[in-house]
């Protein structure tokens, strides 16, 4: 007896009504989580935003995957319950209600109704019943005839009863998309891994590698997995993400990409991301050839291949190696290809070369000044945008990594980039991921290339030019008086000096040296007479430069002091470039990868139809209006009542038409 | 038989009359016209929205009338527009009609200020009690209505003028969108105006439009995010027809009722104290001053901003019933809340819906937790509790009207919030 108490509590409670609206609202409130926290992401990177001790707390609480965590999958799970047994409770009373004319209403019932008046008629009664039948008829509404045993006689009529059907469409609805979506959600793998039949892989290793604790065959449910193939390759099984690690998941056919085409509009906006595949059968071995597009998706056999993402293949490129800080002025040349790794030595040091994306485009926002709000004004007639984008040309990404582990980041453009209309080739360098990255500009010479740069960089740090160097610039400065002989030889030195410090670290070199040897009052002026010395010498040296080539020397404009002065910053920064080489890229030959999502997702199918019938149900039960009209024909009056299951000023005008209607009809 | 003819409720098809005929055929000569002209460049999916459309105007028409008279003016409109345009894009800054008129821009700017005029037309309408400032007001929010109307028609023209590629329906950024939120809600609002012969309530409805207008002036002027952008490969889709279009209903149905919530209170009296309001309201009102002038942190506008909307909140339930004698009855006001959310609900489900579908084609599945579809899932939830407590449990009255008030933040967090704070795949419209 009490066991079943117990179970009949609780059916009471879940198929309640207020159990359902307080599972509706937990539902919001546990989802909103998911969208303030941004979800699975890598764990790593959480750790840095929390810290150790929340993140273990979050992780435990799953907040990393709210919306597959198992209690919010309980709550879903709760939902459902809560959903078909409202329906199982509600469903005979609904049914009978639908049926029934409600035709045993008593008389003082109807009487106490809202809605209800009384109208003294004359004549036959059987006469009257038949001409209010033919009312009812023609208001729609279906009804009953019931003769009472105190002689009167009852017509009941009812209408909208199909707004009842809203309801079972309604909730009949939630029940098949939650588990439409359950079936679609991994809750089977999960229970694989729970059961430890299958786990993931956390190993960095080939797919052909991974155990099979770790695949999943083609018989699998659904699933939802990303591949990147690139231009040439095929592939046949997909990644399954499972947070801690990943899986692989079979496919029922092999997918190669055979082109990846992108289109960018005038503005720079991308227009078009599309991959030519072929895709064959791995049961009948038949291929077929297709495009795959975004929004456009390929259905093979129930499993569903989405155009994702896009991006390098592994395209052959080629390096030209500077030494960063050297007198070299040839470079040596260096085949590689992108995503690849290999050992590299560069001066005496041993490192891994880690070759990242190769990308053809980089498109840039060029930010314009905001507009003042008179030209806003003006502007605001115009729907057409000034371009505020530019591609600056193809770019490659790779990372240093010393012996000890040690890696830093670098990313440097083919091309040279316009900055304050003076063009530069850009080597940027980063530490650590998460910082943006810095760049090396390295000015681009008159014919915009980077050999003059490199020339006169090997002409300032080489020791065997200092003195040549001084000796000019000593004249140049002071002329070849003999009086000044003396001063000359100590200019000669002070100049001599100059280039060695700055040889060896720039200009941060010589202000460390000025900040202990010359007092504090006096720093200023000398520092800047060796800035100006400094300019003086790189100017002769990019006129020794000129001739070496061949070249006559020229007039200084002012372009190329500027080029001159770029390329010392340029030397002095290069100290903290942290690489001894400069990979400078001067060719390639583009392979591009494009990334599929594929899923399979059968319980898509369920849900489209849960949805249908979700609209139908909450139109049926909005516009479908329920109404009830009772005629109690007495012998010298007839009672008419009305009610309905949502009563406003629609039914107060309807019942007042209908009262209208009877009083006349009745009248005659 | 007789009698069958003089007491039956004619359908909808028995009361048309010549008018509706004309306006059908005139609709209809106008899809085939564009499906003639137009119909190469269109897939199957693009003539079937084409046609649905079509059939949907005309069903609208015949329902609410004034439509009949609206979408022929407003659609000759731009036609004249796009006469004068003469297939040149700068003939905007050259032609009269097109510059101060009804090029997109202009006609937008004219919906603006007559949004502005008709707000407070309204509000003299309702506190002097005129008669006569109300039909002005009326008028003054058909025209803006109809001015933005032909800003989207023309607007939509001018993309295909920058480039054939480029041109698409303009509802596919968040200033697009934002005027389309601004004529759904006014159209709303006119058809129960219309429904309920009464005009009061235009004062609380234009004020949200209102404030749509503002923050559409300002994203233009301060953003310039009134410029035509082509369409990114994820929304070259028709679905983008379907789906905004249908969630603007919603979002434009949720945000009358959240002024009729307003309204409703408004015009109730509640009969326990209100000096706790009172001092709420002015400590907030205060916070808020003190934290825009000193600007003790980071952020504090933000800050400034939430503690005056809840202090506006406070005043609202302290002045309970103090405009009783302006509005018209409770009862009325309820049932309209009532009526705007269900057919907001109705529509919300049916866009959330296409855009699960449309996400199963363009992103792989067809819910992926991303948070405007999550959020969306979240005004969902809330307007079906609040169906639920008033359908089923029968709860009316000031807790109602106060839901629906509050829902206007639950909604515009899920419409702007989520765009302005939380990332995610819905790229369209960040600020």
């Known amino acids: ?668 | 038989m007789q009698l069958t003819h003089s007491y039956a409720e004619p359908g909808l098809l028995q009361r048309l009359n010549l008018a509706d005929g004309l306006y059908a055929i005139l609709l209809l000569a106008v899809a085939g016209f564009a499906a003639n002209r137009y119909g190469a460049y269109m897939d199957g999916y693009e003539k079937a929205i084409l046609w649905g459309s079509a059939g949907g105007m005309i069903a609208l028409g015949w329902y609410w009338k004034a439509v009949r008279l609206f979408l022929p003016i407003t659609g000759a409109i731009a036609l004249f527009a796009t006469q004068v345009y003469n297939g040149n894009l700068a003939t905007a800054g050259q032609a009269f009609w097109l510059k101060y008129l009804i090029a997109s821009q202009p006609a937008i700017m004219w919906m603006s200020a007559l949004f502005f005029l008709a707000t407070g037309t309204y509000w003299l309408a309702l506190l002097g009690r005129s008669e006569f400032a109300a039909q002005t007001a009326t008028a003054l929010t058909w025209s803006a209505t109809g001015m933005g109307f032909i800003g989207m028609l023309v607007r939509w023209y001018e993309s295909y003028l920058i480039g054939t590629d480029v041109g698409h329906i303009p509802v596919s950024n968040l200033y697009e969108v934002f005027v389309l939120f601004c004529l759904i809600t006014a159209l709303l609002y006119l058809y129960y105006e219309e429904r309920y012969r009464n005009r009061q309530l235009g004062a609380f409805v234009l004020l949200v439009i209102s404030a749509a207008v503002g923050f559409l002036l300002w994203y233009m002027l301060e953003r310039q995010a009134h410029a035509i952008q082509p369409l990114i490969p994820a929304l070259q889709s028709w679905w983008m027809k379907l789906h905004v279009p249908a969630n603007f209903v919603g979002y434009g149905a949720f945000s009358l009722s959240a002024m009729l919530g307003v309204a409703y209170l408004l015009s109730t009296e509640d009969t326990s104290s209100k000096k706790p309001f009172w001092i709420a309201a002015t400590a907030f009102v205060g916070i808020a001053l003190l934290l825009r002038t000193a600007q003790p942190f980071a952020n504090a506008d933000y800050w400034s901003n939430a503690s005056a909307t809840i202090a506006v909140l406070m005043l609202i339930e302290a002045n309970r019933g103090r405009l009783a004698r302006f509005l018209p009855q409770p009862e009325m006001v309820d049932e309209i809340m009532y009526k705007s959310i269900a057919i907001g609900f109705a529509f919300f489900t049916i866009a959330t819906i296409l855009g699960a579908m449309w996400a199963a084609d363009a992103w792989g599945g067809y819910w992926s937790w991303d948070p405007k579809e999550t959020w969306a899932l979240i005004v969902w939830l809330n307007y079906a509790a609040w169906l639920h407590m008033r359908l089923v449990k029968g709860l009316r009255g000031a807790i109602l009207a106060w839901w629906a008030a509050i829902g206007l933040f639950v909604t515009t967090f899920a419409f702007l919030g989520v765009n302005m704070w939380l990332s995610g795949l819905h790229s369209y419209g960040t600020l």
């Open chain 1, 1 to 668: 007896m009490r066991r079943q108490s117990v179970s009949r509590a609780l059916f009471e409670l879940f198929s309640s009504m207020r159990f359902a609206i307080s599972l509706l609202t937990i539902i919001a409130i546990a989802s909103i989580i998911g969208t303030v926290l941004k979800q699975n992401e890598p764990y790593p990177s959480y750790v840095i935003e929390f810290g150790q001790f929340w993140f273990g707390i979050f992780e435990w609480l799953g907040l990393f995957d709210v919306y597959h965590s198992a209690w919010f999958l309980v709550i879903l799970l709760f939902l459902v319950t809560s959903t078909a047994l409202c329906i199982y409770r509600n469903t005979p009373g609904m049914l009978r209600e639908m049926r029934s004319y409600r035709e045993h209403a008593g008389e003082s019932s109807l009487k106490a109704f809202s809605h209800q008046t009384e109208f003294a008629i004359a004549g036959e009664q059987e006469q009257r019943v038949a001409q209010l039948a033919q009312w009812l008829d023609a208001r729609r509404y279906a009804h009953k005839r019931q003769q009472r045993s105190d002689g009167s006689i009852l017509l009941a009529g009812k209408s909208g009863s199909l707004q009842k059907l809203g309801y079972f469409f309604a909730h009949g609805a939630i029940v098949l998309i939650c588990i439409g979506g359950l079936m679609d959600g991994n809750v089977l793998l999960k229970l694989q891994q729970l059961s430890g039949d299958k786990h993931a892989e956390t190993r960095d290793l080939p797919q052909s590698k991974v155990p099979s604790a770790s695949r999943l065959g083609t018989g699998n449910l659904s699933y939802r997995g990303n591949v990147t193939i690139p231009a040439g390759s095929s592939a046949d099984v997909v990644f399954l993400n499972t947070g801690e690690g990943y899986m692989v998941q079979e496919l029922p056919f092999d997918l190669r990409l055979d082109r990846f085409h992108i289109e960018h509009y005038p503005t720079g906006q991308p227009k078009l991301f599309a991959s030519d595949v072929t895709i064959t059968d791995k049961a009948t071995g038949k291929s077929q050839k297709t495009t795959i597009k975004v929004n456009h998706p390929l259905v093979f056999d129930g499993v569903s291949i989405y155009q994702a993402s896009f991006g390098d293949g592994g395209s052959k490129l080629e390096l030209a190696q500077w030494e960063t800080l050297g007198v070299q002025t040839r470079p040596r040349m260096l085949p590689a290809r992108s995503q690849q790794n290999f050992a590299y030595q560069a001066g005496k040091q041993q490192y891994t070369l880690e070759i990242g994306d190769f990308r053809l485009f980089n498109i840039e926002n060029v930010d314009t000044p905001p507009g003042q709000h008179q030209s806003a004004m003006q502007d605001a007639v115009a729907v057409t945008a000034p371009k505020s984008t530019k591609n600056i040309g193809p770019s490659i990404q790779f990372k240093l990594r010393d012996q000890q582990g040690q890696a830093r980041e670098y990313q440097n453009y083919m091309q040279p980039v316009s900055i304050d209309g003076r063009a530069y080739f850009l080597f940027g360098m980063r530490t650590s991921p998460g910082e943006p990255f810095t760049y090396l500009r390295i000015p681009a010479d008159e014919t915009g290339k980077i050999d003059t740069y490199m020339r006169l960089r090997a002409m300032l740090l080489d020791k065997s030019q200092a003195s040549g160097l001084a000796e000019t610039a000593a004249s140049g400065t002071i002329g070849d008086k003999v009086q000044n002989a003396a001063y000359k030889t100590q200019f000669r030195q002070s100049v001599e000096w100059a280039l060695d410090r700055f040889a060896h670290g720039g200009f941060p070199e010589i202000d460390r040296f000025l900040q202990t040897r010359v007092p504090a009052d006096k720093r200023e002026i000398v520092a800047r007479t060796y800035v100006r010395l400094m300019q003086g010498i790189a100017v002769e040296a990019y006129q020794r430069v000129r001739e070496q080539a061949g070249q006559a020397r020229e007039d200084i404009t002012p372009e190329r002091f500027r080029f001159v002065i770029d390329s010392l910053v340029a030397i002095s920064t290069s100290f903290d470039y942290g690489a001894p080489v400069l990979l400078q890229l001067t060719g390639f030959d583009e392979v591009k990868a494009s990334g599929f999502q594929i899923t399979r997702s059968p319980g898509k199918n369920l849900v489209y139809l849960g949805s249908l019938m979700l609209v139908l149900g909450v139109f049926a039960m909005f516009y479908i209006k329920e109404k009830r009209v009772w005629l109690l024909v007495k012998p010298h009056s007839v009672l008419f009542a009305m009610s309905a299951n949502r009563k406003g000023s629609d039914f107060d005008r309807e019942y007042q038409q209908n009262s209208d209607q009877l009083e006349q009809l009745l009248k005659g």
